[in-house]
C-alpha cells in the first residue's frame, strides 16, 4: 500500500505542479522565476490528494468513513496551500465556491461509488444464494 501510495502521490505532485502553473499564469505580475516555488509548492496539495486515495483501500472502514477521513485531509490541505501559496483571499467568495465544488464532488463521488458496491453486493448475494441452493 504504501508503494501505491508514493506512486500516486508523485502522479498527484506532478499534477498540482501543473495546476499551481495555471493559477500563477492568471496573475497580471507573472514571471517564471516569481511564480517557480508557488509553482513547486502547487505539488504538494496534488502529492497528498492522490497518496491518501489508498485510505478507500482500508477494508476495516466504511465508504462514508474513508470519504470524510480523505475530504477532510484534502480541505485541511486546500486551505492552508490557498491561504499560503495566495490562490484564493481568505474568505472571498472563490473560496466559498471553491469549497461548495470540492463538497459536491465528494457527495457525487461517494453516491456513486455507494451504488456501484450496492450492485456487486446484489450480483455477489444473488451468486453466493444460487450455490447454496445447489448443494
Partial sequence: MAKKAMLLGLLGYIAGC????CFTLQ????????SLPGILLGGIPGAI?????????VEEWSLLRATV???LIIMGTMLLSCFVLKWFEPWSISFWIMLAAELVGYVIVWLVMYLCYKKQ???????????????
Fill in 121 to 135: 453486493v446484489r450480483k455477489l448475494n444473488k451468486l453466493l444464494k444460487e450455490n447454496q441452493e445447489r448443494d
Fill in 27 to 34: 496573475r497580471e505580475s507573472f514571471t517564471l522565476a516569481s
Fill in 49 to 57: 490528494a492522490m497518496g491518501t486515495a489508498v485510505i478507500y483501500d
Fill in 69 to 71: 477521513t480523505h475530504f
Fill in 18 to 21: 501543473i495546476i499551481g502553473l
